[in-house]
């Protein structure tokens, strides 16, 4: 939540012009990474994301090779069945050329591992302390009580934490599910930014992070669900007008009438697909 900054762009005529630059952020802010999901019948879990610890990096590494030795062997199953059918399809022609190896193929395709050490959120954070935990659960109960044996799909954006290939594999693999293809630069097309928008406009400044994470939850707690669902039946509007502009975002966003409490039905292009959404907010 950025309040009070002063965002500029400047031309390469304008680089020494001292009015034309970004102004530095100051120390009298808070920050924090959000993460929270929702369905059109439930409110999901909101979880917001701490700095990892040293003593949290270790264990990180202990579980991952835990991970690994657990993964390797089934992967290789699936990698000896592939060849097999490779084998089987040359109908005992040689192979040209070197001969694939599988722990080659491991290293790089399979093997999980954590190659940042910054301060954001990585994969293993993603997956470790919001799918496992928090997410997951919620599409289980969402399958369990509202689904009727519909298939479910999985929105989430375009997050680097969300496109690594060790999470992708972790729904295929361990959930059993699909996430749906997110185009690039498209927030619009996401129901939970509304929900963000929402959420800040209650919140009052403060430059405390405890006091700004109890605000959240506080916020979170308060979010009606008459707003998720209308933020949810908006995206078939939003569609059909990315669509008619064949694809650009700079359509007016008129919000449709507002849908009452006693009116709000998901509408038949939705109610089959029954979405569970998922995103990320940075706060400051």
């Not at 498209?186 to 963000?196: H, Q, T, Y």
Request: glycine share 4%; with cysteine.
């Amino acid at each position: 939540m950025n309040r009070g900054h002063c965002r500029c762009t400047r031309t390469a005529e304008e680089r020494d012009i001292d009015e034309a630059f970004l102004p530095k952020q100051g120390n009298d802010y808070a920050e924090f990474q959000a993460w929270a999901s929702i369905n059109w019948h439930e409110k999901g879990p909101l979880v917001i994301h701490n700095k990892e610890t040293d003593a949290e990096r270790k264990i990180s590494l202990k579980l991952l090779e835990a991970e690994n030795k657990g993964n390797k062997e089934m992967y290789r199953k699936e990698w000896e069945a592939r060849q097999s059918l490779i084998d089987v399809w040359r109908d005992g022609r040689a192979r040209r050329g070197k001969l694939p190896s599988w722990e080659v193929y491991w290293n790089k395709e399979f093997k999980l591992e954590r190659k940042s050490e910054g301060e954001g959120v990585d994969w293993f954070l993603h997956q470790f302390r919001v799918l496992r935990p928090h997410f997951v659960p919620f599409i289980r109960r969402i399958q369990a009580k509202y689904a009727h044996g519909r298939e479910l799909h999985i929105v989430e954006d375009g997050a680097a934490a969300h496109r690594a290939k060790a999470n992708y594999l972790f729904w295929v693999h361990v959930v059993h599910l699909f996430r749906e293809e997110w185009p690039p630069h498209s927030p619009d097309l996401n129901p939970i930014e509304k929900i963000w928008s929402w959420i800040k406009q209650r919140i009052p400044f403060t430059n405390n992070r405890d006091t700004l994470i109890k605000y959240w939850h506080q916020a979170w707690n308060d979010l009606p669900q008459e707003v998720i669902q209308h933020c949810i039946e908006r995206m078939e509007w939003v569609v059909k007008k990315v669509i008619a502009m064949q694809g650009d975002d700079k359509y007016d966003e008129q919000r449709p009438k507002k849908i009452s409490e006693k009116t709000c039905k998901l509408p038949p292009s939705l109610r089959h697909r029954n979405p569970c959404v998922a995103g990320i907010a940075q706060v400051r």
